[in-house]
């Protein structure tokens, strides 16, 4: 009896002991600790990623598994008009709101590195228009874009500057217009912060040895300020590029794509035909368009940073 007692207490001895081995083992360490994140990604990402590929290659549609029909769905929609348009729409949205981004921003960040009352308070109020929700912040540019009771066409009527109201969201150009000035009023502010933070790291030294060298304005911001917040910049540009070319709630809730499919993304034209018609292998190979771009854009910044790293 005794000696069974004693082969229970060595075997429950050894259960912890072994698990205390892996821990102590690096490799065996390592994965235990990866282990919740490597799920996570499998289930959120890498599920629904390949799953999407699934549908884009098959003719499925909502409540219809489908069979596989190779890239016949992004052969039509290669040939389709509003997907061409929307691609295009896509490219010039991310291109000038990324400009205009970029050019605020830098303006914001050096006015907000110079010392003046209340500086603190002003650089919280700069972030707001980033930390708004962007469905309720739209929200409100929608009653300011209103045709009938907007109140940009309120005062230029008042003034005596037009006679009748501007339709900003029912012309094609001039929603496309909207959307990309509201872009640019919600993403100026991280790049003013983003940048602000690089600039706080600059010594004030070497523009105090630029300035007596006899460097100008323009000069000390060329040769200083510039290569010292350039990784910054870079990662900050190339963050706002993926997220724009991405962007589907700022577009939906303001036109939802209109009128007649002028203002459509990719982001949101996938969701209008893989959800609202139905249509999923449709819409999935629509948004399968941005992979590439997406993936270049990624191996990219992943370049810079090993080779600011040295590595």
Known sequence: MSTQVTRRVAVQRQVPSRFGDLLEREGSLGLILMAPAII???????????????YSLSDAKIGVPGKFVGLDNFIVNAQNGIFQQTLKNTFVYTAITTVWKLVL???????MN???RFKNLVRAGLLL????????STLAWLWIFDSTY?????MLRNMGLIQRNIPFLGDPTLAMGSVIAVNIWRGTPFFAISLLAGLQTISQDLYEA???????????FKHVTLPLIMPVLTIVTLFSIIWTFADFQLVYVLTRGGPTNSTHLLATLAYQIGMSAGELSMGAAISLWMFPFMAALVVVTLWYQRREQGL
């Open 40 to 54: 996570i990604l499998a289930v959120f990402i890498a599920y629904p990623f390949f799953l999407g590929i699934w």
């Open 105 to 111: 921003g830098m303006a914001l960040a050096l006015l």
């Open 114 to 116: 110079q010392h003046f």
């Open 129 to 136: 228009p980033w930390i708004i929700p962007t469905a309720l």
């Open 150 to 154: 907007g109140i940009i066409s309120w």
């Open 210 to 220: 630029a300035a007596i060298d006899g460097a100008g304005a323009w000069a000390r």
